[in-house]
């Protein structure tokens, strides 16, 4: 089975610098997805950014990027520019590549608070 | 976008009352939906997996019979929580996969806050 580790409950960052936020996941799969979901206070999951494992390049979504390291199983969220509006807990979350749809394994998540 | 739309977002009821929370996709066919519970400042843990027009698929753990899911067209899926006692109170969560493979993202629906007194 998959797992995914956020070794991180907790972060905080001052307003515009960047902060790194921390994911391992283990599987035995050479195919597959890693994910970053947000979810504010109003608690709906909101996709931050998506990997496929199949693609050597990094992920990057305007102020957000990834840094996947597939041999170490390390799937990293860098927030640049941080914004009042980043503070949220983040999930990491693991899917497996096959047909048809497929659940998510989700990581601990690391709740990020975001210094004025 | 995909919109997902859960309902209700919030329900306080007795202990030993039955509460069914609707999903839905609004502008796109879900054949699989998946229904997680999530417990405070916890993850997202998956209950079921839920296929139009078959049963549900439960995760080890979760009582079926408790947990009642039916998915009885492309764009609804319902979980029923069935002679609900406290330790149901919890936060439920759906999200739906538009109809077309494993590529297709996860959109999520807003959670549903339950409380049983």
């Known amino acids: 089975a998959q797992t995914v580790t956020q070794s991180q409950p907790e972060m905080s960052v001052q307003e515009a610098e960047t902060v790194t936020l921390s994911c391992t996941y283990d599987t035995s799969e050479s195919d597959y997805y890693l994910f970053w979901y947000k979810q504010p206070p109003s608690r709906q999951m909101i996709l931050v950014i998506r990997q496929e494992a199949y693609k050597q390049q990094n992920a990057t979504e305007n102020r957000f990027s990834v840094n996947f390291q597939k041999a170490a199983k390390s799937f990293s969220l860098k927030i640049s520019d941080s914004q009042l509006g980043d503070a949220a807990m983040y999930f990491c979350a693991y899917r497996r590549f096959t047909q048809g749809a497929q659940k998510l394994v989700f990581g601990q998540g690391t709740r990020l608070t975001i210094n004025p | 976008g995909a919109v997902v739309s859960q309902h209700p977002s919030r329900v306080i009821c007795k202990s030993g009352t039955s509460v069914k929370i609707e999903c839905r996709s609004l502008?796109?066919?879900?054949?699989?939906m998946f229904w997680y519970r999530q417990f405070p400042k916890k993850s997202l843990m998956l209950m079921a997996t839920s296929n139009e027009g078959s049963k549900a698929t439960y995760e080890q753990g979760v009582e079926k019979d408790k947990f009642l899911i039916n998915h009885a067209s492309l764009t609804l899926s319902t979980l029923t929580v069935t002679s609900a006692h406290p330790e149901d109170s919890s936060f439920y969560i759906c999200?739906?996969?538009?109809?077309?493979?494993?590529?297709?993202?996860?959109?999520f629906g807003d959670g549903t806050r339950l409380s049983i007194l």
């Open positions: 999200s739906a996969t538009r109809t077309g493979g494993g590529n297709q993202p996860q959109h």
């Open positions: 502008d796109f066919q879900a054949t699989t």
